[in-house]
């Protein structure tokens, strides 16, 4: 003899929901590996290392001119030469500055 429908409907809506209950019980695996997991809060801490080069490049630079200053009152009739020596010296530590900078801002918003 067959149901009503309303019965079947009934029996259906009980048989999901078991299987829902069964499904949210068993715990399901997780594929993932330990180089995939990422911290989303580490890229500060990554650029605020890097901003440490920044501090040595304004001690490298103090240094440039502070010795210039020195070797300019020890000697002030080759002025000019290490006038230039001087420059030279804050371009490049400027540079270290710059790609140290660069190097801060890709990890921030890369």
Do not use: D, K, W
Request: charge should be positive; include cysteine.
């Amino acid at each position: 003899c067959p149901r009503p429908p309303s019965t079947h409907l009934h029996t259906m809506m009980r048989q999901v929901s078991r299987a829902a209950a069964r499904s949210a019980l068993v715990a399901q695996p997780r594929h993932s590996s330990s180089l995939q997991v990422t911290i989303s809060g580490l890229n500060y801490v990554g650029t605020g290392l890097s901003a440490i080069a920044l501090a040595g490049v304004g001690v490298g630079i103090g240094n440039v001119f502070g010795n210039f200053l020195l070797a300019a009152a020890r000697q002030p009739n080759l002025m000019r030469a290490l006038f230039n020596y001087a420059i030279l010296g804050f371009a490049l530590t400027e540079a270290i500055g710059l790609f140290a900078l660069m190097i801060a801002f890709l990890m921030l918003f890369a």
